[in-house]
């Protein structure tokens, strides 16, 4: 499956540097009303861009932006799937934050969205550039663990299980768990509810 | 040898199936409940794989946030929800899942519905694609909130790769003053850990503090976990525990419930037992709490003023400006007083039995201010069933509450019933985030179903061991 590797990402950038930016901001529940994910990009933040215009997802600038620098404890709230969609589907290919909600990030994990954090110190850096340059061109190494944007060089961290996946192209967790059937139907038989209280 | 190991890595040990040569685990999950909104996606992709379910039956589904709570006569009204509800009806038709629908007396929040048909028990690994799925942590087990491609996983495989978190005990020890709730325990320390403090954790609850409570308090304690930032938490099994599970439908039966009884009691964390992290709050210093911002630790006691930004670290500044924006607040204000247009009680927060009838003993006998739009929302069926046999609708209509149908409501509006524009709502739900309640600018006001009760009597934010009408116990 190397087609499903995920080394690096270069994209121009955009910055949301405010922290505990929920789901239900990056996709109002309204939304959730659907069978598929078609169609959720149109509304990532929807309701914090109705209210700010200045909203760096309505700039025209950032429009075709694919790295979203973001803050702290991004993505917190509910476990939608969802919301990363909504990113993809607008998209954004990688985010770099301070940190993440963890079921945020497990979820950028099942679609293929690197999801690495950096330093405020770096995230600001990179917010100004950004700025300063809608154009600019930024790669997230995975490999290396960097970020690089003209002349701002910054690492950043990621779990070494969640980096492995993107990087070898396993990030397809289902056929993975597929294989260890047979040990699954094992263990079941181990469980103590499940063979009454006798195990 | 004693077992030093706490009970959630106690029960993480017995569902691994494998660990990775990079740390994550395959989990065996021994629950997996599943709802209208995170799931159809999901069944798709099984459908696009030509899977099957692999342990329909330790799968079962409800249907609980879309659901009208007024008139529920299909199709219904919204045809996106219409559409959401066929397809659950199909997918668990097609592929073998019992579903606990709308003519099913057994439907309800799917936290609620779970705990109360016996589902949920101690030492399982419980998942939903639901943030909330904590709640079932109150039992003692490992209850965790997945996303859709996790959901796909578990209906295919019965596992899911996680990375084993660290164990922080919160330890509370003493008894609650009058009119202090496990609502207000919970929120309590989200406001002293934060709404990120627990990334990385599962929560222990212990304490004397807890270990009085009722099954029901422990799960909105339990619930509200992931909004201090923890995956999950839990309450150790207790006689409590065993003593709720008892002639549940889904409990084990006879010989099995007397040999489950040790194997549950024998789970919980011994004194011992080793954590990653200890905190240690004192019950006496928690007071009626309200939220007055827009996360969850944006709380203060209700007789304490809100917090001046020049007081608070310079990187919390900017977000406390935000939310006194949006909630159209001063900084140093008191929360008491601040006028609400709607009281909300339900979720699978705050709308079980306990919940109402604390909510119902506090308004009987009075009348919900004029410009106070009050409704109740039942966590089940069972749960409004109930009320109704207690006779508690009879006297929130009294007060002037409306007496709605079960589910998930105005706790994220994704059914009918939505605030309207900037209306503040006094709401015993577990999120205060910007437009959750259905309006984009509507504000919400997270706290104690009691302190709604009080909050739509007197049309503002009340200090329920002020009000009038209620002796409080």
Known sequence: MSNNEIKSVTATGISLLLDDIDTDRIIPARFLR????????????????????????????????GILAAGRNFGCGSSREHAPQSLMRWGIKAVIAESFAEIFFGNCGSLGIPAVKASRADLEKLAAAIQKNPKLEITVDLQKLTVTAGDIAFTVTMPDSARDALVTGQWDYLGRLLNAADKVTEHAKTVPYLSGFRA | MSDKRNLFNKVWDLHTVQTLPGGQTQLFIGLHLIHE??????????????????????????????????????????????????????????????????????QGIVHVVGPEQGLTQPGMTIVCGDSHTSTHGAFGSIAIGIGTSNVAEVLATQTMFL???????????????????????????????????????????????????????????????????????????????????????????????????PWWLSLASGEDAQFDDVVVFDAADIEPTVTWGITPAQSVGVSQPLPRI??????????????????????????????????????????????????????????????????????????????????????????????????????????????????????????NFKGRQGSPTGRTLLMSPAMVAAAAIEGHVTDIREFAGAAVC
């Not at chain 2, 609502?183 to 270990?211: H, M, P, R």
């Not at chain 2, 007081?311 to 977000?319: C, F």
């Not at chain 2, 994704?414 to 015993?428: F, H, I, T, Y």
């Open chain 2, 37 to 106: 909104v995170t799931s159809p996606q999901a069944f798709e992709i099984l459908r696009d794989r030509k899977l099957k379910v692999a342990f329909p039956e330790r799968t079962i589904a409800t249907v609980d946030h879309i659901v009208p709570t007024g008139s529920q006569a299909r199709p219904f009204l919204d045809d996106l929800a219409e559409q959401m509800m066929s397809a659950i009806e199909k997918n668990c038709a097609d592929f073998g899942v019992t579903l606990l629908d709308l003519k099913d007396d057994r």
């Open chain 1, 34 to 65: 659907c069978v598929t994910f078609d169609g959720l990009g149109e509304h990532a933040f929807e309701d914090d861009r109705q209210q700010d215009p200045a909203h760096p997802f309505n700039q025209l600038q950032f429009q075709g932006a």
């Open chain 2, 310 to 431: 020049s007081e608070v670290a310079p990187e919390e500044q900017t977000l406390i400006r935000e939310a006194l924006k949006f909630m159209g607040l001063e900084e140093g204000q008191p929360i008491k007083g601040t006028k609400i247009d709607v009281a909300f009680i339900g979720s699978c927060t705050n709308s079980r039995m306990s919940d109402l009838r604390e909510a119902a003993r506090i308004v009987a006998g009075h009348k919900v201010a004029g410009h106070v739009k009050a409704i109740v929302v039942p966590g089940s069926q069972l749960v409004r069933r109930q009320a109704m046999a207690e006779g508690l609708h009879l006297i929130f209509e009294a007060a002037g509450f409306e007496w709605r149908a079960a589910g998930c409501s105005m706790c994220l509006a994704m059914n009918p019933d939505k605030l309207q524009g900037r209306e503040v709502c006094a709401s015993s739900s577990n999120r």
């Open chain 2, 163 to 261: 990375n084993r978190p660290k164990v922080r005990q919160v330890v509370v020890h003493g008894q609650l003053a009058p009119g202090v709730y496990a609502k207000d325990v919970i929120l309590y320390i989200i406001q002293k850990l934060g709404v990120q403090g627990g990334v990385g954790y599962a929560y222990e609850f212990a304490g004397s503090t807890f270990d009085v409570m009722s099954i029901e308090e422990r799960m909105t304690v339990c619930n509200m976990s992931i909004e201090g930032g923890a995956r999950c938490g839990y309450i150790n099994p207790d006689q409590t525990t065993v003593d709720y599970l008892r002639g549940r439908p889904f409990s084990p039966k006879d010989a099995d419930f007397e040999r489950a009884t």
